[in-house]
């Protein structure tokens, strides 16, 4: 009888040496005679144990990280493939201290399965969502998620069921439902751990979403990037379609849905989903002026639902436990689980699903462990490199959508970076503007130059300091990007540069102060 091996495929696991070790186990285990089954599982998210490797045994699955392809000898030698002690054995990584304070609905299975077995995912209760909606009316699947609470977890927090709604009740000839992998926020990796870890939830969701709305084709618009994910997801969409859930007659119903993956052009602008939609039709991932919106003019001028991928796999979960088991968690409007993707100066980085209203301090401190120098924590970014700087007096800030817009900041992808006492802001604040210039699609004036001028004042403040001349220019300068730019990349880019000044004004002011200093 063989023995079953979990050692994850995710980018990040192997990034540390996941598939060396996996190299190593098999030739030791060959060895020493030793019958193996090794599963290439999704991680589970505590990245300081990777390379991790869990063992099935009697007592269940028994972990042992992080794991080099050193240590494979002596772990077979010591009986790590019975569960046996030693230095690297973590035990249940479930009962871990940090995975057990997680709150894992949309990624319960994730790092559990084989990604791309269907039978391992519908035994982990995988397709319930979308058996219960097929045998609902499109209304009744849309008002379910309505009383979810869930909201769009790309940024602007749009309820989810409003936008189905209104695709739902706008009459076309064809409806499309668009997902959103374009994930290009600094510090965010949950939608590749999606793709490498659990890929039938994402097309459970996005073909559910096609149910509610009358949608009979879907794309995914996968982070140009992210060539292991896509292959997967290839892979798991080849093995859904055979299986019948996807085609002329999804599970039997009678009712089409279809779905394509595209990968992506390279551009950060086609994360915003106008741009997204243009790169979709073959064309330059230029913004497109609102109104119309997607929901009535999408996808080749048809009504298209445009929701990422944590929105969508939230959906089967929904479905399937029900509104009420999902809006149970959170607070206020910001219903269900947040994915809080932690990384920069971190001792404990990772992804960790929690439910809304956890604070800054919780995570970055209590989950996080501090800074990986050991410095003290001096700011943490929130939101992706659009997302404004905190300073350690907001970080009880609870992470919900209003919470966070009432301090000036917001949520975005849920990615949080972490900085020591050693940054500069000014710096930062800098990088904002230039990662503006760099990314711009060109369209709009405010963007486009306003993002290259606001890259020079900075350069001026840098040599120079902050005048009363520069403050007055950076307010201007950020107010005219912020009401005239047409989309969220020229609009947002002030709040970075904004909350950097107005909480460490003391870096704007660094070259005017030793200056005098010297005089």
Known sequence: MSIRLYIPLDTSARAVGADRVAKAVVAAAADRGVDIDLVRNGSRGLYWLEPLVEVETSAGRIAYGPVTPRDVAGLIDAGFLTGADHPLRIGNIESHPDFARETRLTFRRVGLIDPLSLP?????????????ALALAPIEIIDQVIRSGLRGRGGAGFPTGIKWKTVAETRAERKYVVCNVD????????????????????????????????????????????????????????????????????????KTFELEARLGAGAYICGEEMSLIESLEGKRGVVRAKPPLPAHAGLFGMPTVVNNV?????????LGEGPEAYEKFGQGRSRGTLIVQLTGNVKRGGLFELPFGIS??????????????????RAVQVGGPLGAYFPESLFDTPLDYEAMAARGGMLGHGGIVVFDDTVDLASQARFAFAFCAHESCGKCTPCRLGAV?????????????????????????????????????????????????????????RAKALRSAAE
């Open 453 to 509: 001028r606001g890259r020079e004042l900075m350069d001026r403040i840098i040599e120079r300091g902050a005048g009363p001349v520069e403050t007055e220019m950076l307010q201007d300068l950020t107010t005219v990007m912020t009401d005239a730019s047409l989309c969220a990349l020229g609009g947002l880019t002030p709040l970075p540069v904004m909350s950097a000044f107005k909480h460490f004004p003391e870096d704007f002011q």
């Open 310 to 318: 944590q929105s969508l796999t939230a959906v089967p979960y929904i």
């Open 120 to 132: 391992d995912f519908e035994a982990h209760r995988g397709l319930n969502g979308l058996r219960k």
């Open 183 to 254: 994930e290009g926020d600094s510090g965010t990796f949950a939608d590749r751990m999606v793709l490498e870890g659990d890929p039938f939830m994402l097309i459970e969701g996005m073909i559910i979403a096609g149910l509610a709305v009358g949608a009979d084709k879907g794309y995914l618009y996968v982070r140009s990037e992210y060539i292991d994910a896509f292959r997967v997801l290839e892979k798991a969409i080849a093995i859904a379609t055979d299986a019948g859930l996807l085609g002329r007659s999804v599970m039997g119903s009678g």
């Open 360 to 377: 800054i301090r919780e995570v970055v401190e209590g989950i996080g462990k501090g800074t990986r120098s050991g410095r003290p924590i």
